[in-house]
């Protein structure tokens, strides 16, 4: 048990490398993928808490979450899902919530 969570936990770091370079050097693959992408947001607050917990997450009545900061939030988090990689980041913290968001012809699992 704990080694899968030190598994997880290290692939959340990793995850958040790759995004953090990405975001930096690939503008024409974030577009790509923007444009690929299906889905919405189904507020569940995952990708807020990869890694660690966003101090800007606001869990509400109804269980869903939101941004304190939503409309001057970082790059980083407008972009997420950058592509099916983050799905399956994401899918480590809450793998039983399905995120809104999906790339047609990936594997997300």
Avoid: W
Wanted: glycine share 6%; proline share 5%; net charge positive.
């Amino acid at each position: 048990m704990i080694h899968r969570k030190i598994k997880a936990k290290a692939r959340q770091g990793v995850g958040k490398l790759r995004r953090l370079i990405i975001s930096k050097f690939c503008h024409n693959y974030i577009k790509e993928q923007e444009q690929a992408r299906e889905g919405d947001c189904v507020r569940c607050g995952a990708c807020c808490k990869l890694l660690f917990n966003c101090p800007f997450l606001v869990e509400q009545e109804d269980g869903n979450f939101s941004c304190k900061i939503h409309e001057i939030k970082p790059k980083n988090c407008r972009i997420f899902p950058i592509d099916a990689h983050d799905i399956k980041d994401r899918n480590t913290k809450f793998p039983d919530v399905k995120c809104g968001f999906h790339f047609p012809n990936k594997n997300e699992k």
